[in-house]
């Protein structure tokens, strides 16, 4: 099955920045939905942001005036800018890209971590 490939993440100080990239591993039919997930060690999944219908974008509080998502448009291509970075922001980065959000046959990535030393 198709994947997609995340990469940009790595060791940053805290209050610097990361540009997160995501491409699929084949070429596909354009994705309607793209997002960005992160998962911390020991916690849950949660939502960092979403190109969604109609170019619209849905930012999680925790990250709100911190993060953009971009995406090349009709290209499944995205893009997370982060800035003004804290420990808390370190964790496991993913990709998805899908009809909806919950499309449980939309595509993932394997994940790039992203540490923030403080």
């Known amino acids: 099955q198709v994947q997609l490939v995340e990469s940009g993440g790595g060791l940053v100080q805290a209050g610097g920045s990361l540009r997160l990239a995501c491409v699929p591993s084949?070429?596909?039919?354009?994705?309607?939905?793209m997002a960005w997930y992160r998962q911390a060690a020991g916690m849950q999944r949660e939502l960092v942001a979403a190109?969604?219908?109609?170019?619209?974008?849905k930012y999680g509080d925790s990250v709100k005036d911190r993060v953009a998502i971009s995406r090349d448009n009709w290209k499944n291509t995205v893009y997370l800018q982060m800035n003004s970075l804290s420990v808390e922001d370190t964790g496991v980065y993913y990709c998805?890209?899908?009809?909806?959000?919950?499309?449980?046959?939309?595509?993932w990535g394997q994940g790039t971590q992203v540490t923030v030393s403080g």
């Open positions: 084949a070429k596909i039919f354009r994705l309607p939905v």
């Open positions: 998805y890209g899908g009809g909806t959000l919950d499309d449980p046959q939309g595509y």
């Open positions: 190109s969604t219908h109609g170019g619209r974008t």
